[in-house]
């Protein structure tokens, strides 16, 4: 007898925690996923944001980009918004074709850092501005959408 009751103790005892756990990793499922769909909105506006550039689409660009958007740029110049919609509208800069690669974007609560190699075809006021960069791109979510505050690229130099 008393043997049973001890069994029943530890069943009991068993029972409400691993019901705990369960709910537990269920809302950690939940939450994984939930964070994987912002990580791949985040990956699909970065294909967007390159795509707007390609077909010269100001207006999608400046969507993107916040008011305050600042990049900085592979010999270190410093471009602000109106600066780069400008130069889209002008016609100056001339993108042929693009690949994006390793798109690796991470949540901090409202600001995601996306980090990425993209490997350009075009030219710049007619200088050839082809070759592969990576590149940091730093979003902020407002007003329920992520709009870019900040971009930085490297180019990468080849062997």
């Given at each position: 007898m008393?043997?049973?009751?001890i ?6 005892l068993a ?7 369960t709910?537990?990793n ?21 294909q ?6 390609k ?13 305050e ?6 010999a270190g ?14 016609g ?11 798109v ?38 407002r ?5 870019c ?5 490297t180019r990468?130099?080849l062997?």
């Amino acid at each position: 007898m008393k043997r049973f009751l001890i069994l029943i103790a530890a069943v009991c005892l068993a029972f409400p925690a691993a019901h705990g756990q369960t709910n537990t990793n269920t809302q950690t499922n939940a939450s994984q996923d939930k964070q994987l769909k912002v990580e791949q909105s985040l990956a699909a506006l970065e294909q967007e944001w390159a795509n707007a550039v390609k077909l010269q689409d100001a207006e999608k660009i400046d969507r993107i980009q916040a008011e305050e958007y600042v990049f900085t740029g592979p010999a270190g110049q410093v471009w602000t918004k109106t600066r780069e919609i400008d130069t889209i509208k002008s016609g100056d800069l001339v993108i042929d074709s693009y690949e994006l690669s390793d798109v690796q974007p991470k949540i901090y609560g409202s600001t995601a850092v996306v980090t990425f190699a993209i490997t350009w075809n075009g030219k710049f006021r007619g200088a050839d501005i082809s070759g592969p960069q990576r590149m940091t791109d730093v979003f902020v979510k407002r007003d329920g959408r992520w709009q870019c505050v900040a971009s930085q690229a490297t180019r990468i130099r080849l062997p």
